[in-house]
């Protein structure tokens, strides 16, 4: 039996273009990596850089549009930002602490002579 229900009208004349106007409307939500440089207050190389290498094994996920330009939705940013800032916290954790200063020069050197003496 056929369908004789009738699809619901869109406000775009052309349903084609419908997928163009949500891909214009996300492109709101993105930056160009020259912005995020100027709101990084980093030159525009590091940004690219950031996209190709990545710092200390996180890369800046982006988005190639057209045949060059590349941009970055506002949540990757956040989320890169999040991870270097973990991962630097984490690292500034487990640094060893340096060890403790003797408590004379015997104990370090053997000798007789005291901190005290040396004038510490």
């Known amino acids: 039996m056929p369908d004789t ?6 406000t775009s004349p052309c349903p084609l273009f419908e997928p163009a106007d949500s891909l214009l409307n ?16 980093v030159h525009s190389a590091t940004a690219y850089r950031w996209t190709r290498h990545g ?20 949540a ?13 916290c984490d690292a500034v954790v487990q640094q060893p602490r340096p060890a403790r200063a003797p408590a004379n020069v015997e104990a370090a ?12």
Not at 58 to 72: A, D, E, T
Not at 109 to 120: E, F, Q, V
């Open 5 to 10: 229900t009738r699809p619901s009208e869109s």
């Open 109 to 120: 050197t053997g000798d007789d002579r005291t901190l005290a003496a040396d004038g510490w």
């Open 26 to 41: 996300s492109l709101d939500d993105t930056l160009t990596l020259p912005e995020v440089a100027d709101r990084l207050n």
């Open 76 to 88: 990757d940013l956040a989320a890169f930002i999040e991870e270097l800032t973990r991962r630097s």
């Open 55 to 74: 710092v200390g094994g996180v890369k800046l996920r982006y988005l190639q549009v057209g045949g060059r330009q590349r941009r970055v939705t506002k």
